[in-house]
């Protein structure tokens, strides 16, 4: 409450104060449930629970079979919030705006009792002025009610409540326009960057205003200044204006995948010789080109997009994800090889692009699951049962343009973006459009039967793509537009893929060549697959085809199958974020440097999937010992020695193996290069749990049960108790076992594969505990 206070003097009072932002999400207090007459400042709140956001009360909530597997089996309600909040005596030229990043969904945002608006889409952010109806020198309240009555309305989990940040700003009357700055790259060589920039000035007064726009490039790490220009311009009453600017940044370095170099734009509005409005954006210069036959280039370098698509959860955290918590995914992936990702499908947290724009990692941004007709959203199991039919489509006919145009507005300012995807699959047979061609026996892309004259016309895709195609080209010509394809060979016949700068295909790799051939000028990628060498090899081996998106890059929560199962199991990263064996798999196609991992299983199983780093069997079994590298060749050791002769790489699976018996002790992988040893991965044989040991990384601690010798334990699955004194909290303790349903929102968890994962914030002592080990204790200062 001192913070807010502090603030408002700050800004309402000091005369050269250009604006105050505050992070506005603490003290808020919650109720689930519908609450009559909460949006009154008078309303009795002091029995609700107070929370911090960001905030998802869904999964908090037990897990239940009687749910709809889409959502993860959680359930979805009402929820309202609220916070009372000082402002200080203020003065006549100055505005305050509510910024929320994202709530899911169907809100409705009040202050002081007067309803400001509805925003339906939980992905989308947006802002309200609070300013007409604020007591100044008083205590304010907003309040804020969420509807997820129908929370099946997705076919994976979106969670529920105000689940990203909350931002508080002042400014004055006379301002640059929220997201009203942006940028582009002309070109860039060794003499530095040519580049566009532009900011639009909104006068809310009620006269005109004279103003300048200065504009000036900083060096980021030492905040240098590389070039300034200015431009004055008179801006109309309650008008607003967009101000051009051309300059060259002198020696600037590009930004790339290699070397994510930003910099600083400040942009200032000058009024009476008196900053009125300033802000900062990090900015990156590049270029990029797609082109039918040689396929995507950045800076001039023709290179292959290895990416994956990413839903919004982090499983026990559910759509509450900290940045910390999306920092240490996209690292743990980068270091797979991984270099692009795809917001799927929807657009995601603020955070997670300026993460890319810092990491060097590029992003096709995507708007839309459905657009005028609803999906299957499935109840009893992925693909199973009868489905439901909620979603966003009722909503797209009012919204849609408005929604896409905001998500452009929001993220042009990433380097990191360099495609506007507007929509995922909806062009899927018969969910819901339905063509002639699905009758062709030579179709080949049939879903749920033929052609159905009942379902919405497929010619449709066409007419509604080019309206979308032209919102992003109002806001951004700077990038293509594009979109995931299901159905391609029925949108061939829809003028779908003609409406689009480049074309995406999802999981028909065979169809690369042939529409490559009957349609030259169309650029294509796969923007969604398998993890298959054969789709990996469409990519690698093709000169055109420039990127693969693998479904998925992390585990995540809903798309469930059959109770007993939190979510889709296809990531290259756990619930934990830890990396599965599938993971190193994909490592050893993507990554630049030498690696090697090998993992083992008996009998007949999927060696991407079941090759986890055990070596615990009985005497004499024969296991098999997977191998993945980037390697020409690789050696196997037991304890020193030699157990099977070297093996070459097979680039028909991807794989090296061995068949041994099991003898105890340490399993090692070499790999070779040139003959020579390049990599080595070890596992070992360990014995029963003995203790816990615990590794801090911010927010992350790792707990590991280990044996006597300090060997991980991979087989143990343990319960685990958190206990904590001081400061701090636990938001969540995962295990990241799919198939695990039991209580996620106290303080005991089970052990997968040895190891269990506690996100914990501000300081204290923590302990963890389990039957029979010896407890392992971290302090957070």
Not at 154 to 183: A, D, E, M, P
Not at 554 to 572: C, H, K, N, Q, V
Not at 629 to 645: D, F, M, S
């Amino acid at each position: 409450m001192k913070k807010t206070a502090l603030l408002a003097i700050a800004a309402f009072l000091l005369p050269f104060i250009t604006h105050a932002q505050e992070l506005f999400n603490t003290h808020w207090k919650f109720f689930k449930g519908d609450a009559p007459g909460a949006e009154q400042p008078n309303f009795k709140d002091n029995r609700w629970q107070a929370v911090e956001l960001p905030h998802d009360w869904s999964v908090k909530q037990p897990l239940n079979p009687s749910l709809a597997s889409a959502a993860g089996y959680l359930p979805g309600g009402i929820g309202w919030y609220r916070k009372t909040f000082f402002v200080a005596p203020g003065k006549k030229d100055q505005q305050t705006t509510i910024y929320f990043e994202g709530i899911t969904n169907n809100s409705e945002v009040f202050i002081n009792g007067h309803s400001l608006g509805k925003r339906p889409n939980g992905y989308i952010s947006f802002s309200y002025d609070l300013t007409p109806h604020l007591k100044y020198g008083d205590s304010n309240t907003i309040a804020v009610k969420v509807d997820r009555t129908k929370y099946n309305d997705s076919r994976w989990y979106n969670g529920s409540g105000i689940c990203r940040n909350v931002y508080l700003y002042t400014t004055r009357f006379l301002r640059l326009q929220q997201f009203g700055t942006n940028y582009y790259t002309k070109t860039i060589d060794k003499k530095g960057a040519d580049v566009i920039l532009s900011s639009t000035v909104q006068n809310g007064t009620s006269q005109n205003a004279s103003v300048i726009v200065l504009q000036q490039v900083y060096e980021r790490a030492t905040n240098k200044l590389l070039v300034q220009a200015k431009k004055p311009v008179t801006v109309k009453a309650g008008a607003a204006d967009v101000v051009n600017m051309r300059v060259t940044v002198p020696k600037a370095r590009s930004w790339s995948v290699e070397s994510p170099v930003l910099y600083t734009l400040r942009t200032s509005v000058i009024h009476n010789k008196n900053t009125v409005h300033e802000e900062e954006t990090a900015i990156g210069f590049r270029t990029i080109r797609f082109d039918a036959n040689q396929g995507f280039a950045l800076n001039g370098k023709w290179m292959k997009l290895k990416g994956v698509c990413l839903h919004h959860d982090a499983g026990v955290l559910g759509a509450a994800v900290p940045k910390q918590v999306w920092e240490r995914r996209l690292k743990t992936l980068k270091s797979l090889g991984c270099n692009a990702i795809r917001t799927s499908h929807n657009p995601h947290n603020p955070d997670l692009y300026d993460l890319c724009d810092e990491l060097g990692l590029l992003v096709m941004d995507e708007a839309f699951d459905e657009w005028k007709h609803p999906k299957r959203k499935w109840i009893e199991g992925w693909n199973v049962g009868t489905p439901g039919f909620d979603g966003y489509a009722p909503l797209f006919e009012a919204w849609g343009e408005r929604d896409l145009a905001d998500m452009v507005l929001r993220d042009r300012r990433h380097p990191s973006i360099i495609m506007w995807s507007i929509g995922n699959e909806v062009d899927y047979p018969n969910d819901p459009y339905s063509h002639p061609v699905l009758d062709t026996a030579s179709f080949g892309q049939q879903a749920y039967g033929g052609y159905r004259r009942e379902s919405p016309d497929a010619m449709e895709l066409g007419v509604i793509a080019r309206k979308l195609v032209q919102v992003v080209k109002t806001h951004d010509t700077t990038r293509p537009t594009t979109a995931a394809l299901a159905g391609v060979v029925m949108s061939n016949f829809t003028g779908y893929p003609e409406a689009l700068d480049v074309a995406g295909y999802n999981y028909t790799e065979n169809r690369y060549d042939q529409d490559h051939t009957k349609y030259p000028n169309r650029i294509l990628y796969g923007s969604e697959n398998r993890h298959d060498m054969r789709a990996w090899k469409a990519v690698r081996d093709s000169k055109n085809i420039f990127a693969q998106f693998l479904w998925t890059g992390i585990d995540y929560l809903g798309e469930s199958g059959p109770w007993p199962a939190r979510g889709f199991t296809s990531g290259l990263l756990d619930l934990c974020g830890f990396i599965k064996p599938l993971g190193y798999f994909r490592q050893s196609l993507w990554a630049d440097s030498p690696v090697v991992y090998i993992g083992t299983y008996t009998g007949r199983r999927n060696p991407f999937n079941s090759a986890q780093p055990v070596w615990n069997y009985n005497e004499g079994d024969t296991v098999r010992v997977v191998c993945f590298t980037n390697c020409p060749q690789a050696k196997l050791l037991l304890n020193g020695t030699e157990v099977r002769a070297v093996k070459n790489y097979d680039d028909a699976t991807g794989l090296i193996y061995w068949d041994i018996p099991y003898k105890p002790g340490k399993l090692e992988a070499v790999a070779l290069k040139d003959q020579q040893p390049a990599a080595r991965y070890s596992i070992q044989s360990s014995g029963r749990p003995y203790k816990l040991v615990a590794s801090v990384e911010n927010m992350h601690i790792v707990v590991t049960v280990v044996d006597e010798n300090n060997i991980p334990v991979v087989l143990a699955d343990n319960n685990i108790t958190c206990t904590i004194t001081g400061n701090a909290r636990l938001l969540g303790l995962e295990g990241s076992d799919n198939r695990d349903m039991g209580d996620y929102t106290d303080n005991i968890q089970r052990a997968h594969h040895g190891r269990l994962l506690a996100y914990v914030v501000g300081t204290g002592t923590v302990t963890f505990s389990s039957p029979l080990l010896q407890p392992a204790v971290v302090t957070l200062p």
